[in-house]
Each structure stands twice: as C-alpha cells, then as structure tokens.
C-alpha cells in the first residue's frame, strides 16, 4: 500500500508539473529574435523580454495560448508566417499594446474572433493570408484599428463576405483581398473602408461566374485617389465587363499583375479605356498568347502620363520586324508617346527602337528598359546616334542588357541636356576610354557590376553620385570634386581611396573589400565624410586599429552597416572576432614600450638580487657550499699523513705576532710542536686554493689568529671557508684583540656561536697572565695527539 501510494503521488506529481517551454535565444543587442525554421511546435521562451522583434515563421505551432505572449508586452513586431495554428486564445494577445506589425498568414485559422484584436490599437500591417476561414464579417473585427495602414485578407477557402466587415480602419496605404473562390459578397463591405491608396484584389473564380459579384467588388474599390492592381486573372474577352466600372468611377492607376489573356482579349481591354481618366497603366509578370494583330486600334487617353510594362511575355513577338518595333509592346505605347512623361518596359525581350519612334518621345522625363535585350548595335538607333531625341529625359535606366562599349554608350547623351541620372548598370564594359562626352546636367551614374577593371577621367566631373560597385577595381584615384556619395564595395580594394580628391564626399559605401584596415588620417583626409559602409572580415586587428575603431572612429563617422560587421582576419587568435570585441595584449599593443619596461625590470630585478645576494652573502654562502663539495670529495687523510700538529691561519698584518711570539713559544717547546705556515711550507707553482686544503688534512689543528684584519682579509676568510664544517672539531680560536660581534660578518654563523659560548683563547694584554695563555694552548695542541 505504501508503494502503490508513493507511485501515485509521484504519477500525480508528473501530471500537474507545466511542460518546461523550448527556448530561443537567437537575439541580436537590439532586441531582435530570429527564431524561424526550428521545428517548434509552440511559441519558445525568449531569451529576453524586452524583445521588440519577434519572428516565428516557418514553425510547427499549432495553438497560441493566453500566456504564451504575457511577458514580451514591448513586442512591436511579431510574426507567425509558416505555421500550423489552428487557434488562438481569446485573451492570447491582449498585452500586446504596443504591437505594429502582425503577421499570421498562411496557418491554418478556420475563423477570426474580434477579441484577438480588440487591444491592438497601436497594429500598423496585419495579414491574414493564406488560412482557411470561410467567412469573413463581425462588425467589431477591426473596430480599435483606427491606425491601420495595411490589411492582407482572403484565401482560397474564402466563400463569403458580410457588409461590415471592415468597419475601422480610417485610410489604409495598401489593402490585399484574396477571394478566387467567393461566392457571396454583399455590395458596400469595402466601401466601409473610407480611403485606401493602393487595393490588390485576386478574385479570377468570380471573374469566370459571377460578372454581378465582381462588377460589385471592382464599384466599392474603384476611387480616383486609389491604385487599382487585378492579380492573378485568366480571362476571355467575354469577361471584360466588370472592368469597365473601374474607368467609370475615374480610376487614374491601373495595373494588371499576372494576367494570361490571348491578343485580342487585351485588344478590347484597351478599347475600353477609350477617354477614360488614367494616368498610369501598367502590366506585371503577366502572357499573351496568339497571334498580335498589327491593325489594332487603340483608344484615346488623354491623361496617360505612364505606361508600366515588366515581365511581359508574347508568345509570338518574333514575328515583328525589327525596323517597326522590337516588341508588340510598344505599339499601345506609341499611340500615347508624345504626351508620356515615364516609360517603364523591363525583361520583357524588348530590343529595338527604331529612331523614328524615338523621335516621338517628346515629353519623356523617366525611361527604363532594363533588363531586355538591347545592344551596342540597337541603342545607337534608338537614341538617333545622339542627335536630338530624348530631350526631356531626365532618369534612363538602361541596366542588364547586351552593352559592351562604353564609349558609344557615353556619346549617346550629349544631346540631353536634362539628364540627371543615369543607369547602366549589369552591362559587360571591362574597359572605360580616356574621354568621354557627358551632358552637364548629369548628377547619378551607376557603374556597379559592369566587370571594370579600372577607371579613367572619362567619369562626368558633375557627378554627386557614382557607383562602381562590385567591379574588380583595385584603386580609385580619379578627382571628382562635387562627388557627396561614392559605391565601391565588392571590389578589391585594400584601403579607403584618398580622401584629398573628394572634398565634398559625405557617404561612403566600400564594403565587402579585402581590407587591411583604415586608419584616423585617412578618414579625416575625407574633409565631410558622415557616414562610411566598409564592413567585411577581412581586417588586420592591430592594435592601432583596434584603438581607433572602438574609441575614434564613431567620433567621426557613423557606421551605416553596424559595428558587428567589421570581422577581423588576423592575428589568427582574433580571426572571426568582431572588431568591437578584439581584446589584444600590452606586448602586442605597445612592444617596443613593454620589451622596454621587461628589460628595466629585468634590470632591477637583477640589480636587486645583486644586492641582496651582497647583502645576504649569498656569493659566499656558495662558496662556501662549493668548498664544503669539495671538501667532502677530497679522500680523508690517513693518520701516516699528519705530519703537522697545527695549520695556523692568520692575516699578513699579524704575521709580527705569529712570527715573534707564537712560532718561537711553540716550536721551541719540549718537545716542540711542527707548526704549518703558508709562507714557509707551501709548495711555490701550486694552487693556493689545493695548498690551503692539503695543509689542513695535514694537520692535526687548524689555529685561527682571529684579529681585525683576518675579519677583512680574504684568504683568511677561504681558509676559514673551507674549515668551516669541522670548525667544532678541528678549529682553535685565538683573539688577540676583542671584536665586537657587530664587526663579524653574518655569515660566520659557526664563528659567532664559538665566540658566544667562550670556547677561545684570547691573548692577554697583562704580561704575567702569558704563561697561563701559553700553557692553554700547549694543551689543547696535546689534547690533539
């Protein structure tokens, strides 16, 4: 029973405890959370929760909980794009106050509740793409969402429509309506919305059956002031009708985004433009198939200002020739080009036009035809070989065509006087001449990707703007005095260029270089540089660069790219470091000032052991200890080979005493003692050092004459080195004048505790207390026998 109730609390335990939440700590330092594509199954706790950004897409979570966004109330961004959510909890947003940006597209949501959003007052954008509600209606859904700006709604499943659906919103910037397969709207639901700028409605089902519906749709979105964009539509010309409410309601802006329609179906909707109120007519990403029929008429617009065509595909453009027009395209665009003021046809195979055409273009201030076909032998004709076409053009966007010369490329312009701005951009020129022949006018040149190895003075000298971006430029000295932003990255460039010749430069884009690195001087030399690019990991992190980039260089420029993407190459230690984080070493930083200081205070620790070695006597305590060595190495004397009964150790200056009074006393005893001195009985040519030694093992006593001057004399201090370890035994101390222990070197220690215990003669001043010395000695030398 005990058991089974323990099994059961701990069961009970198990069942209760929460769920620990995965984590997420993929935050940058300004509070932005990368957490896409990790599998979760539900929302992760967040390493901080001062999070502002919070980007969960392309998860697997299923439910959003009340709790699951509690703490992050700062949040201002969250998006849930890619998941699996099903449902959302009533309360499950409600401290997100602050939250601007909400994205829940493409889940899995079978309904809406206006309690997600009734404390969203503050949501800029909200999508709701791609999920599988029905219906969409509720009076209050978005009623507290009075900033709203940009609201993406609809889906495949997407049936049914109700009038107040869209109560709130004052003026929205952008309004998406996805409804393929509606079945029912109730006329004025979008009407609910006071002002939108740009609608994109996707509605090609109610197109195919229900011309009422969307005839219905097309009146409540049709304003002068909105942009009208119908997207992804695959029409008949029976299926036109509901267009024609659009130019009724006087609609100026008009696009149709992938479109697939045969020529004559886009005949007739031409047609029905006929004196309506555009401006601006455009097709994006959209086919034509069948056969073009060059005796189209095309209707009268007398407000036209722009005609926008990209990505346009026709089936059978080849069957134009060249010398009429290098695309069925530009027949519409003919029609209308005297009083066009831009003109837009990008990759859409476009790649002549002949100069007669140009010609007609007298009012056009805008042209791209970017990403087409034409070439060196094509643009000549098209601009008249640079006599007086294109006037007024002010921008000409010729990028990711067929160029190689640049030289003919640059005379073409001569005539402009209005060109400001100039893109040739993706074109293959690798080399540039020495002259060139610009308009005066000309202000924006974009050189990037044009696999320029160099440059020459044939750059416009007008110039505010250049970009050579991505080329494989190594340096870049040409003078260009009004230049105030220069592109330069993705070359191979090593250093900034001289900042002397542009003294007006004020940005700087120099970024994916094989830099070394930049110093103080050379950013200065810019004169008015503001704010420079140059981040790659390629820099050399020295110490004088490191100093200047996190101490210096924010004083002077501010960094567009963020200090996190300057990454340093080398020291290999460093590699892969940012440069904000490279720490370096005193020696590394300042070698010669650090080898200086190591060698000042090796020196001192020197000096410093030398004096205390002389005051320790540390030389003499090695001495010593090498004395003693030999000492104990020398073989001991046998007892045949004492022939001395005293080695007498005394200092040259009282050689007078030992001379007069003690060699005399002794040796002229009965029966005399043989007394050992160095100056009588070493042996001349030998080592004085061996001599010492040899005397010694050959006497019975070792007498020390202890006197002032043997304190201070050196050999006297040898011998009594190397008789120090049996001075107990062997050693006989004889004073002859009192030494205060002060005088007595410390390293005597053995000589100090024999004078402290007594154990010595000491010759006595009065002459009747000679004898009794005498008498001492003589039987101390007899003890030795």
């Keep these: 029973m005990f058991v089974l109730l323990t099994l059961l609390t701990l069961s009970w335990g198990w069942c209760v405890s929460p769920h620990p939440r995965p984590k997420c700590d993929r935050c940058n330092e300004n ?55 099903s449902s959302i909890a009533e309360q499950g947003f409600l401290t997100l106050r602050k939250l601007e940006v909400l994205d829940l597209s493409d889940n899995q949501l079978n309904g809406l509740s206006e309690m997600w959003f009734k404390s969203l007052s503050s949501l800029h954008h909200l999508n709701l793409l791609g999920n599988e509600y029905k219906t969409f209606g509720g009076k209050t859904l978005f009623r507290s969402m009075t900033q709203l700006s940009t609201l993406m709604v609809g889906n495949g499943f997407l049936a049914s ?43 090609n089902g109610p197109f195919q059956i229900n011309t009422s519906l969307t005839t219905d749709i097309l009146r409540d979105l049709s304003r002068p002031e909105t942009k009208i964009i119908l997207s992804d539509l695959r029409i008949s010309w029976q299926q036109l009708k509901p267009f024609q409410v659009i130019f009724q309601k006087g609609v100026k802006n008009f696009l149709l985004r992938n479109l697939s329609c045969n020529m004559d179906t886009i005949g007739e909707l031409f047609a029905m433009t006929h004196m309506s109120e555009l401006t601006s007519i455009g097709l994006e990403d959209s086919e034509f198939n069948g ?52 003109l837009i046809i990008i990759d859409s195979n476009y790649f002549a036009m002949p100069c007669f055409q140009s010609l007609l273009f007298i009012s056009l201030e805008y042209l791209d035809i970017s990403r087409n076909q034409f070439s060196d032998l094509t643009v000549p004709e098209a601009f008249c070989h640079g006599q007086w076409t294109f006037l007024n053009l002010v921008t000409f966007n010729v990028s990711s ?85 220069l592109h330069l990255s993705g070359n191979r460039f090593k250093t900034l260029p001289e900042g002397k010749l542009f003294d007006r430069l004020e940005v700087l884009y120099i970024k994916s270089n094989p830099f070394i690195s930049f110093s103080q001087n050379q950013i200065r030399n810019f004169g008015g540089l503001g704010i420079l690019e140059a981040g790659t990991d390629t820099y050399v992190c020295s110490c004088e660069f490191v100093n200047f980039f996190n101490h210096e260089l924010g004083h002077l420029v501010s960094l567009k790219d963020g200090r996190q993407a300057y990454i340093c190459s080398s020291p290999f230690a460093l590699r892969g470091t940012k440069v904000s984080d490279a720490q370096l070493s ?12 190591l060698c000042v205070f090796v020196l001192v620790v020197v000096i410093g052991a030398m004096v205390m070695c002389h005051k320790l006597h540390m030389i003499w305590y090695v001495r010593m200890t090498w004395a003693w060595l030999q000492a104990k190495r020398r073989p001991v ?47 001349p040519g030998g080592w004085i050092a061996d001599s010492i030694m040899a005397a010694m093992e050959k006497s019975h006593k070792i007498l020390f004459i202890v006197t002032q001057h043997f304190v201070q004399s050196d050999w006297c201090r040898l011998e ?28 005597f220690c053995k000589l100090r505790k024999v004078m402290n215990s007594r154990t010595y003669l000491e010759w ?19 003890m030795a026998e």
Excluded at 56 to 70: A, P, R, W, Y
Excluded at 726 to 739: N, Y
Aim: include cysteine; hydrophobic fraction near 40%.
């Design 586 to 597: 005193v020696f590394e930083c300042h070698a010669a000032l650090a080898f200086s200081a």
């Design 764 to 782: 006595p001043e009065e002459g009747n207390e000679r004898s009794r010395f005498w008498q001492s000695l003589k039987d101390t030398l007899h």
């Design 401 to 485: 065509n067929y160029l190689k010369s640049f030289d003919t490329l640059s005379h073409l312009f001569r005539g402009m006087e209005k060109l400001a701005a100039l893109d040739v951009s993706l074109n293959v020129f690798r080399t540039m001449p020495l002259i060139c022949v610009w308009p005066l006018s000309l202000r924006y040149l974009n050189l990037s990707s044009c696999q320029l190895r160099g440059v020459t003075s044939c750059l416009p000298q007008t110039l505010h703007i250049l970009d050579l971006s991505y080329n494989d430029l190594m340096v870049f000295n040409q003078s260009i005095s009004d230049l105030t932003e």
């Design 637 to 683: 004397a046998r007892k045949d080979q004492v022939c001395y009964d005293a080695f007498v150790s005394y200092s040259e200056s009282d050689s007078e005493w030992v001379e007069e009074l003690l060699v005399p006393e002794l040796e002229g005893a009965q029966p005399p003692f043989r007394l050992c001195l160095h100056k009588r009985d070493f042996l």
């Design 720 to 747: 009594l080195e190397y008789s120090h370890f049996r001075l107990f035994d062997a050693g006989i101390l004889i004073l002859l004048e009192p030494i205060p222990d002060s005088t007595i070197p410390k390293r």
């Design 291 to 342: 056969e073009p029929t060059l005796s189209m008429e095309f209707p009268e617009l007398p407000h036209i200002r722009e005609i926008y065509i990209k990505n346009v595909k026709i089936e059978k453009f080849y069957i134009f020739p060249a010398l009429i027009c290098g695309n069925f395209l530009c027949l519409p665009v003919l029609r209308f080009a005297s009083q066009l003021k831009r």
């Design 31 to 85: 509070f932005v959370c990368d957490c896409t594509s990790l599998n979760l199954q539900e929302v992760p706790a967040i390493s901080t929760t001062s999070v502002i950004s919070l980007d969960l897409s392309f998860n697997e979570i299923k439910t959003i909980g009340q709790d699951d966004f509690f703490e992050y109330s700062n949040l201002h961004v969250l998006i849930l794009r890619g998941n699996m959510i």
């Design 161 to 203: 429509v109700s009038k107040d659906s869209f109560i709130g919103p004052n003026h929205l910037q952008s309004f998406v309506f996805h409804g393929s397969n509606l079945q029912n709207y109730q006329p004025g639901s979008f009407s609910q919305i006071n002002s939108i700028d740009e609608v994109t409605v996707s509605i």
